[in-house]
């Protein structure tokens, strides 16, 4: 987990809940290394040399990577890091919100080399704005500004993992809360670079999920899916992320896809499945309060 609140959990509460429903429909036991994305900057290199290889050597040796979302500059360039670590090494992705935007300036910047590229929010005269203010009201008021609330994302691409994931719907409600969004200008020119974007509103100007086909699973939601997790009922997205990095996505995306009849539990390791939690943490760890998150 790359964020800026790492030293407050409860700031990412939805989320560790929605990987902890994920996990456990997956008989994997969860453990969440939080690396401050600060820490992950050439600045701290120099000034927290300690923090700065602690915070890389849990990025390298995470088996998948969530950027959350957020607001404001502070550690965007560590979650742009962690964004193209886990990229060029086909490590599992998901960023959500904040966390798809900075996958775009990446995406621009390394593969693109549009070495400007840049959020609005973060640079008011980015010379390549490829996330910019889109406010659900009038750009001439303060109030309502911020995009909230269910939303409807229409799939433009059927066999994609996210699509797949959810079932192979032809678009989904999902809950969203921001006000900066890809800049549907630059959409055809990240599409011929090979970043698809994969979801859209009903207009075709938001953009809601990003998808880069060639990778493992590299997902990025505009909208919030944890707040639709549930306890037996887990965000597909966070099933995706968890699958992909316990090696058991191909597996899940034939039994959300229909491709195969549904199983009651999915393979966690060799042999045969196991049916039932166990309380020493080899397949998970549940705890009466319905914890079973390891950090």
């Not at 996990?23 to 923090?51: H, I, M, Q």
């Not at 290889?53 to 990577?65: D, H, P, R, S, Y």
Request: aromatic share 8%; with cysteine.
């Amino acid at each position: 987990m790359v964020g800026k609140y790492t030293g407050i959990s409860d700031s990412y509460l939805s989320i560790l809940k929605a990987l902890l429903h994920a996990s456990v429909a997956l008989d994997r036991k969860l453990v969440v290394d939080w690396v401050p994305s600060c820490d992950l900057e050439d600045s701290a290199a120099k000034e927290t040399p300690d923090a700065y290889e602690k915070a890389w050597g849990l990025l390298k040796g995470a088996n998948g990577v969530l950027v959350p979302g957020g607001f404001g500059d502070r550690g965007v360039q560590g979650k742009i890091l962690a964004a193209k670590h886990a990229r060029e090494n086909n490590v599992p992705y998901l960023g959500i919100c904040l966390g798809m935007q900075i996958a775009v300036i990446e995406y621009a910047r390394s593969v693109m080399k549009l070495r400007d590229a840049n959020s609005t929010e973060f640079d008011p005269a980015a010379k390549t704005p490829c996330v910019i203010f889109m406010p659900e009201g009038s750009k001439t008021h303060m109030g309502a500004t911020m995009r909230l609330g269910s939303r409807r994302t229409f799939f433009q691409v059927n066999n994609c993992k996210s699509a797949k994931l959810y079932a192979n719907a032809n678009y989904v409600d999902e809950r969203h809360r921001h006000r900066y969004e890809v800049n549907p200008d630059m959409v055809s020119e990240f599409e011929k670079a090979g970043l698809s974007f994969v979801g859209r509103d009903e207009s075709g100007r938001r953009m809601e999920i990003i998808e880069l086909p060639t990778h493992k699973f590299f997902v990025g939601t505009q909208f919030h899916p944890e707040f639709n997790s549930r306890p037996g009922k887990p965000s597909p997205l966070f099933l995706g992320l968890i699958a992909a990095s316990s090696g058991q996505l191909e597996h899940l995306l034939q039994r959300t896809s229909g491709a195969v009849s549904s199983p009651t539990r999915c393979i966690a390791g060799p042999g045969a499945p196991k049916t039932k939690l166990r309380m020493n943490g080899l397949v998970s760890t549940y705890f009466a309060n319905g914890s079973s998150i390891h950090i």
